[in-house]
């Protein structure tokens, strides 16, 4: 019961739409449940499990499960990095404002996430999940001093949280 979508013929007609085409091979796995896959692949560096839950109660079609992300994009402070292979690749000042910004300067984080994510073209393939990658994480309440410069970022963080972290997740099994 394993087979790849698409084919090779296929894959190439995509490439004309965009640059982020997803592959999927079926696996009968009826032995496994997302959270057992979880567990196995959570020791490989950032992961993540989503349980697919609608209205509350209802669970969804699909559960998502991955590991080994493309990169991170964190920001500390005033600092955001995009790392990459588990190198710092780009780091950006933020500056807090909109407009001309000098080289390596961003109003916030998230500019450097839409900044990367811009790098990909999604293409949508009949059959397959909408979710098939992107970027997955979270925006710390630090935050808010970069949208409302006139609320004072706090003094100091004892956890060492990061402000936003967010990984670019490009590889993932999708359980139906």
């Known amino acids: 019961m394993e087979f790849c979508r698409p084919t090779k013929d296929e894959f190439c007609r995509l490439s004309d739409q965009g640059n982020l085409i997803p592959v999927t091979r079926r696996l009968l796995a009826d032995q496994e449940t997302p959270l057992t896959a979880y567990r196995k692949i959570r020791g490989q560096g950032e992961s993540f499990l989503f349980e697919s839950v609608e209205g509350g109660e ?39 404002r909109a407009g001309d910004q000098a ?5 916030d984080g998230l500019e450097v996430v839409e900044k990367v994510l811009s790098n990909y073209k999604p293409v949508d393939v009949d059959g397959q999940p909408r979710f098939t990658g992107g970027a997955l994480g979270f925006v710390g ?25 967010f990984i670019i997740a490009d590889q993932l099994l999708v359980f139906d």
């Open 58 to 96: 209802h669970l969804g079609r699909y559960s998502f499960v991955g590991s080994k992300p493309r990169g991170m994009i964190r920001q500390t402070g005033n600092t955001v990095e995009w790392i990459e292979d588990g190198q710092v690749r780009e780091t950006y000042r933020v500056v807090g």
């Open 103 to 107: 080289e390596g300067e961003v109003r």
């Open 141 to 165: 309440h630090e935050f808010i001093h970069d949208i409302e410069p006139v609320v004072p970022r706090p003094p100091e963080d004892e956890l060492g949280t990061p402000t936003i972290c």
